[in-house]
């Protein structure tokens, strides 16, 4: 998936938008035979089940060809600790990504975690609020894959700097039209597309970084 790495990567964890909509809708029913702890246990028991089942049809790469050791120049670099985790770390845009992340990591969630009570605090509906996260899982499903589509075509750094200054955007937005129930609405899709978008990048970008410097 060289090319097509975000989109690979965006229908991979589609299933943790589209999780919610199963679960949620037979939560309640499980709940009732089996209890909370009962749906966790089974819950976890799937997850080892499905990766320990995927993980059968792992297989490594192709090897290259063995090449004939050459013997090391004096005015030529060391290549034995190539594609080490220390060699990728000195690379300054790895860092940068990584301090990027980080900061993000911070508070990307928090706007998401709290539409609910925020839609309550601005005197709608509980049914209402419940609405929002709806909404907020429907475009984490439906518009992952087109937007990591797109950086595919325009560029995966690109895209996701340019979706995660749209986030920015919307928060402010938000902050300033949040009574109009339709702009919020509006938001819970968009929000969820995007942090679905961001969230399918990510392990695309370190990837794309240490494969734009030989010799890794």
Not at 67 to 87: C, R
Not at 112 to 130: I, P, T
Not at 170 to 179: E, F, K
Not at 183 to 190: K, R
């Amino acid at each position: 998936f060289s090319s097509k790495r975000a989109v690979a990567s965006g229908i991979g964890n589609t299933g943790a938008a589209a999780g919610p909509f199963l679960f949620g809708a037979l939560w309640s029913a499980m709940s009732a035979e089996h209890g909370w702890r009962g749906n966790v246990r089974m819950l976890a028991a799937g997850d080892l089940l499905v990766l320990c089942g995927a993980a059968v049809f792992l297989t490594p790469p192709t090897a290259a060809p063995a090449q004939p050791a050459a013997q090391p120049q004096d005015d030529q670099p060391d290549k034995s600790n190539a594609g080490s985790l220390a060699a990728v770390w000195k690379l300054p845009q790895i860092r940068r990504l990584c301090l990027a992340i980080f900061l993000m990591g911070l508070g990307v969630w928090v706007p998401a975690v709290h539409l609910l009570q925020f839609a309550r605090d601005r005197g709608f509906s509980a049914l209402d609020a419940e609405r929002l996260l709806f909404a907020l899982a429907i475009g984490s499903t439906a518009l992952r894959v087109p937007l990591t589509y797109v950086a595919d075509k325009l560029g995966r750094k690109r895209v996701f700097t340019a979706v995660l200054l749209s986030y920015v955007c919307a928060d402010i937005v938000l902050v300033v039209a949040a009574d109009h129930y339709a702009v919020m609405l509006a938001y819970s899709l968009l929000v969820g597309g995007m942090i679905g978008c961001l969230l399918s990048l990510m392990p695309t970008l370190p990837a794309d970084e240490v494969g734009a410097h030989e010799p890794f």
